[in-house]
């Protein structure tokens, strides 16, 4: 198998419904155009979204979607993306399946990987890692070809259920970096606005430093705890009639996020747990500090600095504040080497 006669199908969650739509699944989009560029053909199954029957290019490869099914008729959802994959098969032969998630999808790619004897690779991407996943008593995943996203990934599943896995990062390339003047931002933080993000601590660091010493964030993201971080972040405004010292700015599409990130001095996350967290390869990308609590792929080194608690946080951020921004930004998250470790799977 060359790359060039390479067929890989992916199969996803959700998918981005045309090249515009770039809040969707932004790191599997710069994963997939970056083979692509390479020269391998892709074909992609999206389960949930966009949420209709139909097949539609996106980058000239063929995308395959689905109609949204009520919970109770899953398994029929499920068999149609089997009969879709095996009529691919069929037209183009298939090297390799991926899947994303150990969830419905892992299920879809075991099944009719043993219909069309091809190779089933799956990769975990967040909280499918944690106990009480039901997928992982209806597969067989201690003989599936699985893989996770970073030590703390890795770490998190061998704890629950006893499986060590190969680690493969995403990436960026590394030549898109824009380039700013001044770091007018001093705090970014982007990400779901859902409780295990934990936006809330984000909310009471900010506000601490800014006790001593005033800060300007910004926060980009949606989700079911918007309104509640909204007021949260009104309450604890020491001067109601002056600007909040954090602005929500909602959803962003990804070269706005890009560009937010450019203006940053220092990403803040505090999430309780993450996979991977392809915020942190952007932020280094675009030559910003990471304060982060110890979760997904982040590592301490001259730019990052990790904290397990409030105090602990709000130290770090006093540090970074201090330091020089005008120097070099080593981004370990390269998308060639992810090409490169997922490739040997392919094979």
């Known amino acids: 198998m060359t790359k060039k006669t390479s067929h890989i199908v992916f199969i996803t ?4 419904k ?31 979204y966009p949420a209709y029957n139909a097949v539609y290019k996106w980058n000239n490869c063929n995308v395959y979607s689905f109609a949204k099914y ?3 008729k ?78 703390f990934h890795q770490q998190v599943f061998l704890k629950n259920y006893h499986i ?40 009471e660091v900010i506000y601490e430093l800014n006790k001593t010493n005033p800060v300007s964030a910004v926060i980009i993201g949606e989700g079911v705890e918007f309104d509640l971080l909204a007021q949260k972040i009104k309450d604890l405004n ?6 909040n010292v954090i602005k929500l700015l909602g959803v962003q599409n990804n070269e706005q996020v890009l560009s937010y990130l450019a203006q940053s001095k220092i990403l803040l996350h505090t999430s309780n747990h993450e996979g991977f967290g392809m ?12 304060v982060s609590t110890p979760v997904g792929s982040i590592f301490e080194s001259p730019n990052v600095m990790l904290a397990n608690n409030k105090n602990n946080l709000v130290k770090a951020c006093k540090t970074m504040l201090t330091k020089n921004y005008n120097q070099q930004f080593p981004n370990p998250f390269d998308i060639e080497k992810t090409i490169d470790d997922y490739y040997k799977f392919y094979q």
């Open 164 to 203: 060590k896995t190969p680690i493969i990062f995403f990436g960026t390339y590394k030549n898109e970096v824009i380039k700013n003047e001044t770091k007018t931002i001093d705090f970014i933080g982007v990400g779901s606005l859902i409780p295990i993000k934990n936006y809330s601590l984000f909310v």
């Open 13 to 16: 969650p959700g998918f981005a």
């Open 279 to 290: 915020v942190f390869a952007e932020a280094l990308q675009q030559e910003v500090m990471v």
């Open 70 to 72: 009520a919970k109770w």
């Open 74 to 151: 899953k398994p029929l959802l499920w068999l149609k993306a089997i009969r879709t994959i095996i009529s691919i098969n069929k037209k183009e032969p298939i090297s390799a399946l991926h899947s994303f998630w150990l969830g419905e999808c892992a299920l879809v790619g075991h099944w009719v990987s043993k219909i069309i004897k091809v190779k089933h690779l799956n990769t975990l991407m967040g909280q499918d890692v944690l106990e009480g996943n039901k997928f992982c008593k209806m597969l067989p995943i201690k003989s599936m070809n699985l893989v996770t996203l970073s030590h």
């Open 238 to 243: 020491p001067n109601p009639s002056e600007e």
């Open 18 to 48: 045309n090249e515009a739509d770039t809040t969707c699944m932004p790191y599997l989009q710069v994963y997939f155009k970056a083979l692509l560029n390479q020269g391998f053909k892709i074909s992609i199954i999206t389960m949930h």
